[in-house]
């Protein structure tokens, strides 16, 4: 089709049937080229269905469409005729054809895998179907050269989920050692990816290589090296879940504690996302044991400067001994942590500092109506306070300041005397 091709040559005036001169003049070029490609692709279609059955022509059909059609989704379309005609039939499939299907569906992933195309999902799932149809070995291939038609996201979440699901198994009718071969592609394709990219193909990953013991270890590694430097929290808190769920709870304690360092939640943040996950990771170490607490404790410290977020796992800390179900459902006779020693003072005492700092933060802005919620917020405030055995005398010196620096507020301040005297 020589319209397309950019070294065409300019055209004779003389000979009206030249394209490349004529046409432009009468319609946009635009316009004129994709009536013709449509054209151009009904042709192929109705080539390709007279060529079935004909090894010879249909190649022949095959290595025209590849060399002329230029545009993606006229060739998707043409792979999709080629299958529904191969596999019209109650018949068996006409496997040449379903060849040329598949050949073209690749080549139209490569021509798409770096161009924004709002299709691609769909082309992708469309692939995986027409090679389930073509084999096993179609899929084997197809999976051990991912990186040439897929992106890691699309090989992970669609291609190598699809070939391991029960429906792919039972379509191709698979013995044990075939099923293996597979599964073996599909790990290996899914560790490549999320090395590649552990943002967003761990999780994948570790799902694709459970049953594989020395697959799911080299998953874990690539989790763990990539959250120090490429995982956000909440990817990390959203693993380790997982991990906790498949019964790893060492493991998910020690995704969520390198969560907790990627995590900043400040004073004002009471409605954050995060807190869910931050609570769930507290009672996770909490069910571990004493040691685990201990060392999660800091680290909550560190990143959560939120009040009431705090005094909420606080409370939920001194409720239960932690460790009391262990890991196999042992009960230890384990005593309630004290306020007074480590680590659980350094929280009483940290939740104390936000209240005080919140305090502040929100009386240098606060409006009249306001003021009742205000007043919520000192009771809960003193709730803490009396955890600590000094902490009636804290809250009172605490209630005096606040009478003393804000005393401007009056109508404020009487509401806080009519309360907390």
């Known amino acids: 089709m020589l319209v397309l091709e950019s070294t065409a040559p300019s055209g004779d005036m003389s000979r009206p049937h030249h394209i490349a001169s004529v ?12 009536h013709i490609e449509s054209q151009q692709c009904e042709l192929a279609s109705t080539m390709l269905t007279a060529a079935k059955g004909d090894v010879r022509r249909l190649e022949t059909v095959l290595e025209s469409i590849q060399k002329n059609i230029h545009s993606s989704s006229h060739i ?25 299907s598949l050949e073209l569906g690749l080549q139209v992933m490569r021509m798409t895998l770096s161009t924004l195309n709002w299709r691609r999902r769909e082309m992708v799932r469309w692939l995986v179907t027409c090679a389930t149809e073509v084999g096993v070995y179609a899929l084997d291939s197809i999976m051990q050269n991912w990186f040439t038609l897929f992106t890691p996201t699309e090989a992970t979440s669609i291609v190598a989920t699809t070939v391991m699901s029960n429906s792919t198994i039972v379509r191709l009718h698979l013995d044990c050692h075939q099923q293996e071969k597979l599964a073996s592609s599909a790990r290996t394709l899914a560790l490549q990816c999320a090395m590649k990219d552990p943002q967003n193909c761990a999780l994948s990953a570790l799902t694709l290589c ?16 990539a959250a120090t430097t490429g995982m956000s929290y909440s990817q990390l808190f959203t693993i380790a879940r997982y991990m906790e769920h498949r019964g790893y709870p060492m493991r998910a304690y020690k995704l969520a504690t390198l969560a907790m360092t990627h995590l900043n939640l400040s004073y004002n943040q009471d409605t954050h996302p995060a807190i869910n996950d ?22 909550v410290v560190k990143s959560v400067k939120c009040a ?13 001994t932690p460790g009391m179900v262990g890991l196999h459902g042992r009960r230890n006779s384990g005593k309630l942590m004290s306020l007074d020693k480590a680590p659980l003072r350094q929280l009483l005492d940290a939740t104390i500092g936000a209240y005080i700092n919140t305090t502040h933060s929100r009386l240098t802005h606060i409006s009249p109506r306001h003021y009742s919620e205000f007043i919520e917020f000192l009771s809960k405030a003193r709730e803490t306070f009396l955890m600590a055995h000094d902490g009636h005398i804290q809250f009172t010196q605490f209630i005096d300041n606040l009478k003393q620096i804000y005393k401007g507020k009056k109508k404020l301040m009487m509401l806080v005397r009519e309360r907390f005297g």
């Open 23 to 34: 046409v432009p003049n009468r319609y946009p070029r635009w316009f004129t080229l994709s």
């Open 210 to 225: 459970e049953k594989d013991h020395i697959a799911f270890e080299t998953a874990y590694q690539i989790v763990l090296d």
């Open 278 to 299: 931050v609570l769930w990771a507290c009672a996770l170490s909490h069910s571990l044991g004493k040691n685990e607490l201990a060392a999660i404790i800091p680290l």
């Open 308 to 320: 009431t977020v705090l005094s909420d796992i606080l409370r939920r800390c001194t409720l239960t």
């Open 76 to 100: 998707f379309k043409l792979a999709q005729d080629a299958f529904k005609i191969a596999t019209l039939m109650d018949s068996l499939p006409d496997i040449t054809l379903l060849k040329v």
